[in-house]
């Protein structure tokens, strides 16, 4: 049923510095901005391995009202070091939402709340790595 990630969406009431703020985090400007003129409704970019989706959405069109307070479903993004990652991720101005933890061998996750309200995950996942191999 669910056969992998298409997009990542994450509201900013920015979203032009949210554009600057993940490609710094990237290292990649978004590969689509809409409107094309004028401040961005929408951008995306292309991330990690199997290039998925990560999509900035303006707060205006966000399904329900954000609530000002970081929750939810928390994505993790695979990371070859999980303390270096959220490290850096706090050097860009994220806020700790979960200290890195090691939920069993081979498997550490951590959570930031970026500079505009939403959960980023990282994590080092074994498994992930195998099905690269693969």
Same mark, same amino acid.
């Given at each position: 049923?669910?056969? %992998?990630?298409?997009? &990542?969406?994450?509201?900013? #009431? +920015?979203?032009?510095?949210?554009? @600057?703020?993940?490609?710094g985090?990237? %290292?990649?400007?978004? *590969?689509?901005?809409?409107?094309?003129?004028?401040?961005?409704? *929408? &951008?995306? !970019? @292309?991330?990690?391995?199997?290039?998925?989706?990560?999509?900035i959405?303006?707060?205006r !069109?966000?399904?329900?009202? @954000?609530? =000002?307070t970081?929750?939810g479903? &928390?994505?993790y993004w695979?990371? #070859? +070091? &999980?303390e270096?990652?959220?490290?850096?991720?706090?050097?860009?101005g994220?806020?700790v939402h +979960?200290?890195?933890?090691e939920?069993g061998? =081979?498997?550490?996750?951590?959570?930031?709340?970026?500079? !505009? =309200?939403?959960?980023?995950?990282v994590? *080092?996942?074994?498994?992930y790595l195998?099905?690269?191999?693969?």
């Amino acid at each position: 049923m669910l056969r %992998g990630l298409t997009t &990542v969406s994450l509201f900013a #009431d +920015d979203v032009t510095a949210a554009a @600057r703020w993940y490609a710094g985090l990237l %290292g990649v400007e978004p *590969y689509f901005t809409r409107p094309v003129d004028g401040p961005p409704a *929408y &951008v995306e !970019f @292309r991330a990690g391995d199997h290039l998925h989706e990560l999509g900035i959405v303006d707060s205006r !069109f966000a399904p329900h009202p @954000r609530s =000002g307070t970081a929750g939810g479903v &928390v994505v993790y993004w695979h990371v #070859d +070091d &999980v303390e270096a990652a959220f490290e850096r991720l706090l050097s860009l101005g994220a806020t700790v939402h +979960d200290k890195p933890v090691e939920r069993g061998p =081979g498997f550490v996750t951590a959570s930031v709340v970026d500079p !505009f =309200g939403n959960v980023l995950g990282v994590m *080092y996942n074994r498994h992930y790595l195998e099905m690269l191999d693969r």
